[in-house]
């Protein structure tokens, strides 16, 4: 949370609207999302109650389960979901493309990955937990579940693990997506109201942000995105729709459930879309595509990883695997941080703000400029620009520009808002530096000490050389008989 | 058929008043005399009962009759102060009968209203385990027949009584050629609260089950049966008929007191 | 407190609260009481056990706050299952923890006796657990545990308390949200913990008035939830440490709450002056006034804790109050309390009072940046 956020919510406050705090988009939108809106039954902890699925914006599908706590019933709501999401997921595994690398083996790589949007981060927890009440299962022995169920927890839970993983955007909750980019005039906490957010981002004709949030906090107009039903609801309409289910479970029971539930997830289920069409609406960022390009890589291991009959997820990472994931979640972090201010001159603003980055006009150039004498003798560009930010970077800083990829510089001397800076790569390789790679004086540039150049991982061992002191080496996880017959209560 | 059982049920009645009054003057033999009457007297009504009981299809959920019959039967199994919830759970698991929680609330209240208008008119009532205040513990189903020693508690009982039901279900088990599967199960849940009765989530076996609770049956058995005489013989001493089966509430305290 | 002082200051509250009964603090609410310690308005009116639940919904700002039945019923069945057969599960999960030797299997049901001798009740069974160190009982089922809250008691009912042979009690605090894969969701803990933490409270207290050593109440609350999906109990241990000194500190606080009624005027009151049908007879207005005449803290937190929470953001927007839009923002704006303040310095409309020229030369080149980069 950076000063200038502050400020937006302080405009956003005023104008009754919220503000842009980016100025492109920084999360991949699927040309084909699908949309999946689970709900619960109250004080379970993974007891689905319905969900509205789909790629329609026009034709959702609703899954219910009358009797919640009847494990049949469940099993049949998450054939159900499997129905409509495995095919959806399959599409995209046929298209491939070879990527070739140096010094390895060509890999296929899918086109394209399937997209998943939640309303809000509970969404993407809960998800994750249908995943693991029913990965484990088994299709055959006691308590035999439809083959689609266990294949439906994998997915699931591999969407919700790699919705942790910062710059991934296989899983989206809408609600974190939406807030990246505006800045609304509540608090934070707030933001997590789906009907509230979009409220503010785009009232209704002639209603203020604060109007519009205000009617979306009442559940009798909006009802709660979800996966929690409204208290009132569940007392007054639910409860005695599923009693009548229970004294007589009939297509019309069954019905009246549905309809109520109906009535929880379509608002929920509208504003899913708009918020699909806003964030279209804003420009992508220049790295969203690389980002996605990770995400299909992810994928497609992920759909080998299945096709060779690898087992479920571990119900728990070992030690080195924690590790690594925790070491790894911290990597790409710092990188979709700087990746995201490299794309977005508002973003580098709050670098700019707290004097890690500069934004300024070149006064003065020497592309010839060169350092030592005969065989090691190097093309050293200097150019000197004039700010007005508060720099606070030291001679012998290494910076890179976001306008120029492959450009980096040093910071020679910073005085009184004229910074001179040694230019060392990204000059091509002759003997003067290649057209338009050293800014010309009169031209506007930005720097920053922000590069996406993390070393790769800390050295970790092996999980088989797994240090004693952690548990030593774990053993593979083979998910055994009472995985697959837990109860499901 | 009726008129017999009506018949039946008032020499009961009478027969019971009778041993009681012979107690009290300490005249034994007449007591013992008199309870091989009641006895027979039981024995006939039990017999016109079952009799009866096929011949008018009545709901099963409609009348009080059947549902007090399945309570007895679990309790009678079970041989222990038990609580609805365990009555339902072993009726479903043994005897595959739809009984419900909510069947078993107003019972024992019903049972105490039938035993105040007509005291000793029926061949059993079901009752409440006392406390050691000598009030009904909460939820718990008993046998007025039982001796006053199993109907009361002390601080050990409930325990003790668990591990007593887990033995008997178990037993139960042990002797059918196809044991259900509910009761399996219902066994195996029990068994995993007692040490060395299961192994994990493994289906339990009877035998290792029965040899594990009497194991920890063994520590409290003494403490508890000395703990129990001593609040049986408080009632025993202190209470009359009705309290002695159905506990001193505070409302009864209360309307003493008045 | 001299008792003189004392008596003026209960007087005083009970003034504030009027003619309606004092609203008696369940553990939740006490929990609560340490959620926004900064907040004067909600100290004064928990001190005078002012009903805050009716006073909003009078103002017409009730709050958002809702039990669904599944929640509740759920709940209950989970308690119930913990506790049956004498507390089989629960036994089994204790000796896992704790340690209990076989013997150690005793069961009082506090319950056994009259609702109005309880809490009586629950005092001799722990003094005589305490004095003897016997361990007749391991499991102490619905006790009542008091605890005085600015003048007013209030009575605690704890799922079960165990005391072990050597001499320590433990709360067991049932809850009935899920232990996957030994997580739980840190924020309901969180919110157990705190609970918890009031029930040690209250029975160190008990202790403590009884002669006993109130250390005897184990700092460890035995937390017992459904593990994974299914209806098995499971257990763990929950330092509630943190909570306690909190909590002890808050409750401290309630007592120089005296010095929070200081600048407020004599005749203030929060009275609804309910007539005979119960209905208020007081106007809304007049409450209202009442209600700003105490200065709130307002935080977003409070719209999960607190039941005037509407009603006080309601104000804090009406003044534009950074408060409105959380902590982080109002850190981030250097302390500056005003929206149109901290707007006025970023935008160069308003000049920087003493203390304020760090922040406002930030604010403005935050500004400008954010214009420069829109372009």
Redesign the interface.
């Known amino acids: 949370m950076s000063a200038l956020t502050a400020l937006a919510r302080l405009r956003a406050v005023r104008d009754g609207v919220a503000q842009r705090i980016t100025t492109v988009r920084h999360c991949h939108i699927s040309d084909q999302p699908l949309v999946l809106i689970p709900l619960k039954l109250a004080g379970e902890a993974a007891a689905p109650l319905a969900a509205m699925v789909g790629t329609d914006p026009g034709h959702p599908r609703l899954l219910v389960v009358p009797q919640p706590r009847n494990r049949d019933l469940r099993f049949a709501f998450a054939a159900g979901l499997a129905e409509v999401l495995l095919p959806y997921i399959e599409g995209f595994e046929k298209s491939t493309e070879t990527v070739e690398r140096r010094g390895g083996e060509p890999y296929e790589r899918c086109l394209d990955a399937p997209q998943i949007l939640v309303p809000n981060r509970s969404a993407a927890s809960f998800t994750g937990l249908l995943g693991r009440s029913t990965r484990f299962r088994r299709a055959e022995g006691p308590y035999p579940v439809h083959p689609s169920v266990p294949l439906l927890g994998r997915w699931l839970t591999y969407f919700a693990d790699r919705s942790q993983q910062p710059g991934s955007s296989v899983l989206l909750a809408a609600t974190e997506a939406l807030s990246l980019h505006w800045a609304t005039g509540q608090s934070g906490l707030e933001d997590a109201n789906l009907a509230a957010l979009l409220g503010w981002i785009d009232p209704p004709p002639g209603m203020s942000g604060h109007r519009a949030a205000e009617e979306a906090e009442d559940p009798l107009l909006w009802p709660p995105a979800g996966p929690t039903t409204d208290p009132g609801f569940d007392n007054e309409v639910l409860a005695p729709a599923i009693r009548a289910y229970e004294e007589a479970p009939t297509d019309r029971a069954v019905d009246r459930v549905s309809q109520a539930l109906r009535t929880q997830l379509d608002p929920t289920w509208r504003l899913m879309w708009r918020a699909v069409d806003l964030l279209r609406s804003l420009p992508e960022g220049s790295r969203v595509k690389d980002r996605w390009e990770i995400d299909r890589g992810s994928f497609t291991r992920f759909v080998e990883r299945i096709a060779e009959g690898s087992p479920p997820q571990a119900r728990r990472d070992g030690a080195v695997g924690a590790a690594a994931r925790l070491a790894g979640l911290e990597r790409a972090r710092a990188s979709y941080d700087v990746q995201r201010a490299h794309d977005d001159p508002l973003l580098m603003a709050e670098y700019r703000l707290t004097g890690e980055a500069f934004a300024g006009t070149v006064i003065a150039a020497d592309p010839e400029h060169s350092e030592g004498e005969g065989r090691s003798r190097k093309l050293r560009p200097l150019i000197t620009v004039r700010t007005g930010d508060p720099v606070r970077l030291t001679p012998g800083t290494v910076v890179g520009s976001p306008d120029r990829r492959g450009h980096a510089a040093e910071i020679v001397e910073a005085v009184d808002g004229e910074i001179t800076l040694k230019i060392t790569k990204g000059m091509g390789r002759g003997r003067t530096p290649a057209p338009g790679s050293v800014p010309e004086p009169g031209e506007r540039v930005s720097y920053t000490s922000l590069i996406d150049d993390f070393q790769s991982s800390a050295a970790l061992p092996g999980p088989e050389q797994t240090p004693w002191t952690h548990g030593g080496p774990p053993e593979e996880y083979e998910p055994g008989d009472d995985d697959a017959q837990e109860e499901w209560l | 058929m009726s008129d017999s059982l009506d018949a039946l049920e008032r020499r009961i009645a009478g027969l019971r008043a009778e041993v009681r009054r012979a107690v009290k003057a300490k005249e034994n033999s007449l007591a013992r005399s008199l309870r091989g009457e009641l006895r027979r007297a039981e024995q006939a009504w039990d017999a016109a009962i079952s009799s009866e009981a096929p011949t008018p299809a009545r709901e099963p959920e409609t009348s009080l009759l059947p549902i007090r019959e399945q309570v007895h039967q679990a309790l009678a199994m079970l041989g222990v102060p038990t609580?609805a919830?365990?009555i339902v759970a072993v009726n479903d698991a043994f005897f595959s009968r739809e009984l419900r929680g909510s069947q078993l609330t107003s019972l024992r209240r019903d049972e105490e209203r039938s035993f105040r208008g007509d005291p000793y008119a029926r061949p059993y009532y079901l009752c409440a385990a006392l406390?050691?205040?000598l009030?009904p513990?909460?939820g718990l189903l008993a046998d007025s027949t039982w001796p006053a020693e199993s109907r009361v508690l002390g601080?050990?009982?409930?325990?003790v009584?668990?591990l007593t039901?887990t033995m008997r279900i178990a037993e139960h088990l042990a002797r059918l050629a196809e044991p259900p599967a509910g009761a399996v199960r219902l066994l195996s849940r029990?068994a995993?609260?007692i040490?060395g009765a299961v192994e994990?989530?493994a289906p339990a076996d009877p035998a290792t089950a029965i040899r594990a609770a009497r194991a920890?049956l063994e520590?409290?058995r003494a403490t508890d049966a000395a703990q129990r005489a001593e609040v049986a013989a408080r009632a025993t001493r202190q209470l009359p008929d009705a309290e002695r089966l159905f506990g001193v509430?505070?409302m009864n305290?209360l309307r003493g007191a008045c | 407190m001299n008792s003189l002082r004392e008596r003026a200051f209960l007087n005083r509250l009970d003034e504030l609260r009027g003619t309606m009964p004092a609203r008696p603090h369940d553990a939740r609410a006490i929990a609560a009481l340490a959620a926004n310690p900064g907040c004067a308005r909600r100290a004064v009116m928990d001190a005078a056990g002012v009903d805050k639940d009716r006073a909003a919904r009078h103002v017409g700002f009730p709050a958002p706050f809702g039990q669904s039945q599944f929640a509740i019923t759920r709940g209950n069945v989970f308690e119930s299952l913990v506790k049956e057969n004498g507390c089989a599960e629960l036994l089994r999960l204790l000796r896992e923890l704790l340690g209990l030797s076989v013997a150690q299997v005793g069961y009082r049901d506090v319950e056994s006796v009259g609702s109005h001798l309880r809490h009586s009740h629950t005092r001799a069974l722990i003094d005589r657990a305490a004095r003897e160190d016997d361990g007749t009982a391991v499991f102490y089922d619905h006790p009542l545990f008091s605890l005085e809250i600015a003048g007013h008691t209030s009575y605690l009912e704890p799922d079960v308390v165990a005391f072990q042979i050597g001499g320590r009690f433990h709360i067991v605090e049932i809850k009935s949200f899920g232990m996957i894969d030994g997580q739980a969701e840190p924020d309901k803990v969180a919110a157990a913990a705190r609970q918890a933490a009031v029930y040690v409270l209250a029975l160190r207290t008990l202790m403590a008035d009884l002669g006993h050593d109130p250390e005897r109440v184990s700092h460890d609350v035995v937390l017992v939830c459904p593990e994974n999906f299914a209806n098995r109990p499971t257990a763990a241990l929950v330092d509630v440490r943190k909570q306690l000194s909190v909590l002890g500190r808050q409750l401290t606080r309630m007592t120089r709450v005296e010095y929070l009624l200081e600048g407020l005027p004599d005749d203030l009151t929060f009275d609804l002056a309910p007539g005979e049908d119960g209905v208020p007879t007081r106007s809304a207005d007049e409450l209202t006034q009442a209600l700003l005449q105490v200065p709130a803290r307002y935080a977003p937190d409070c719209l999960s804790t607190c039941d005037m929470c509407m009603f006080c953001r309601h104000e804090a927007r009406a003044c534009g109050s950074t408060d409105l839009l959380g902590r982080q923002i109002r850190d981030q704006l250097g302390g500056v309390s005003g929206m149109h303040e901290a707007l006025g310095l970023a935008e160069g409309t308003r000049e920087a009072v003493e203390g304020q020229e760090e922040i406002a030369r930030l604010l403005r080149l935050a500004d400008r940046l954010r214009e420069e980069s829109l372009r």
Do not use: C, I, W, Y
């Open positions: 609580s919830k365990l406390t050691d205040r009030s513990a909460r601080p050990l009982s409930p325990r009584d668990f039901s029990m995993q609260n040490p994990g989530f920890e520590v409290h509430t505070a305290t």
